[in-house]
């Protein structure tokens, strides 16, 4: 299939044609050849199958199940605004690598969007993990897994709210069937004799955190030129610098402890690992499933 456009002013004949290079026509004749258009080409890291969508998604969320149990001992002894710092400055030091090494034009494309980057990185890693590993210090794991299983709901919300895309029921029963799922494997109703207001209050902490990834992830609709690694990478080094104000100025104030050496020698195992799987891999393999499903079903697998 091929086409032809004309602009009036220069003169100028596009001609193209399916696997073939742009041809441009000028006044004298002479033929120019230039590359086609990038978003004609599969973005990197995206899987090219719904069923490899899926599996990327099963291995973010079984890796982010590993996160709470690891991360538990950790948030008792970390502010978990330091946490966060420390976990996402060994997280975007990595991936900063990753995507100089495999991205194409990154810096380029942060350049062009570190606001909206900064915005979304702050919301998806900085009030995200904050408020998750508060509700952790306060509340049971069990419930954090259930409360992550809301994230579905959240999404198709908003999206009819912000979007009026109303969600169709098979999706609205999907996602109270994984809920339901998640609660009775966490064993939720069981524990209502050891629910307090302290755990009341975690809990909603940590639904307010879902909140911050939901918006994350709906984000990335709005950057379709960037592969999985890429708005993973570019968001995570774009919020570093306002994660580490935040932080300093927290203790500048007297709000939070400044974690002593020796404490953080003895949790550098578990960071490391939390950095690298719960943090790294999963949120690249997360991402690049949303990228092929969208964002309703990606947060619902």
């Known amino acids: ?24 026509m000028d006044r004298s004749g002479r033929a120019a050849q230039t590359a086609p258009p990038r978003h004609c080409c599969p973005a990197p890291m995206t899987p090219t199958s719904p069923a490899a969508a899926v599996a990327a998604l099963l291995f973010a969320t079984l890796a982010w199940g590993s996160l709470f149990l690891t991360a538990k001992p950790v948030a008792a002894q970390l502010d978990p605004m330091w946490f966060t710092l420390i976990r996402y400055t060994f997280a975007a030091s990595l991936l900063a690598l990753l995507v100089h090494l495999a991205g194409h034009e990154p810096w380029a494309k942060l350049r062009r969007h570190w606001r909206r980057h900064a915005l979304v990185g702050l919301l998806g890693y ?13 509340s049971l794991p069990s419930h954090g897994s259930v409360l992550m299983a809301t994230m579905p709901f959240t999404t198709m919300a908003l999206r009819w709210a912000l979007d009026g895309q109303r969600p169709p029921l098979r999706a609205l029963l ?3 069937l994984a809920l339901a799922g998640v609660a009775i494997v966490a ?11 302290r755990a009341l209050l975690g809990d909603a902490l940590t639904l307010a955190g879902t909140l911050g990834w939901v918006l994350y992830t709906r984000g990335m609709a709005r950057v379709p030129d960037h592969s999985p690694l890429e708005y993973t990478a570019l968001t995570a080094v774009a919020a570093l610098p306002g994660l580490a104000a935040l932080t300093g100025l927290a203790t500048l104030l007297g709000w939070i402890a400044l974690p002593a050496p020796a404490q953080l020698l003895a949790l550098a195992p578990r960071l490391a690992y939390i950095a690298l799987v719960p943090t790294v891999a999963a949120v690249l393999a997360f991402n690049a499933g949303v990228k092929r499903l969208g964002a309703p079903l990606g947060t619902l697998s």
Do not use: C, P
């Open 1 to 24: 299939m091929a086409g032809i456009l004309r602009s009036g002013a220069g003169r100028r004949v596009w001609k193209f044609g399916t696997g073939a290079l742009l041809k441009r």
């Open 126 to 138: 900085g009030v995200f993990s904050v408020l998750v590993f508060h509700g952790l210090r306060l």
């Open 174 to 176: 999907g996602a109270a």
């Open 187 to 197: 064993q939720v109703l069981g524990q209502a004799a050891e629910v307090d207001r």
